[in-house]
């Protein structure tokens, strides 16, 4: 576990961030105080910690898995189990997943941040779903799509992804597909249809 023994910092208190990505490093403010790094997690210890927080969420908090939110692609070798750590403390405060469906397309997913770091001077969710977007297209993805929660939405329009079609219920509540801009339009019809069934849920 990376926790630190510290209580967790307030995170309205950081005036000063920086966001790295592991291959690259991106630095938004001179002076960083505390940062964040955005990255695959590395180690047991940090995937372990990686799916307590995701099921924090989508099981306990958002109920929409019955006891785990655990899916055969999560064993792909492939799959992208994302990190952010809020640094010098060493802190996970945030997840994303990047998968392979059909066709070369791959789906970003189970996207969330630690409660307490919501909506913080931190920007938690944005570095998140830029890292999922700058790793999926080292590997040469062209179609990038994710099944949205309908008041998540807003979220990723803010960070330039459109809609595709018309929301379908996916994982038993409505979701809206969407990708961002620089991807290919859906292949599969799967993916595509409202109310699908694509390999990997949100
Ligand atoms: C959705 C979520 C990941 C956003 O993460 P976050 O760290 O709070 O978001 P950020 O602070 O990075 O926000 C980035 C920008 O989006 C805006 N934003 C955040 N949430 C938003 C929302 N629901 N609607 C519109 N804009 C939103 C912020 O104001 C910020 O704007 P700015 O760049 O102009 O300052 C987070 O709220 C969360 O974990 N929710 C619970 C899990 C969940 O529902 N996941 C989605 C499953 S599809």
Redesign the pocket.
Known sequence: MTRSASPPPEATDIDLVSVQTMPQTQTTRARPERWLVCRPAVSEAELAEYYAIRKQ??VD??GLFDGSDVEPVDADPRTLHIVAICEPAGEMV?V?RCCPAEDGTWFG???????A?????????????RTAEELVRERGVRVFL????L?????????GWRKVGDPGVFAGIP?QLMLPAWSGEPTSPRSHAAGGQPRAS?
Not at 151 to 159: A, Q
């Open positions: 969420t989508f908090e958002q945030g994303v997913g189970r996207l969330t941040v630690v409660a770091y919501r909506a913080s001077r931190l920007l938690v969710g944005r570095a998140l779903v994710g099944h949205i929660q008041p998540i939405v807003h979220f990723f329009e803010h960070l979701h949100p």
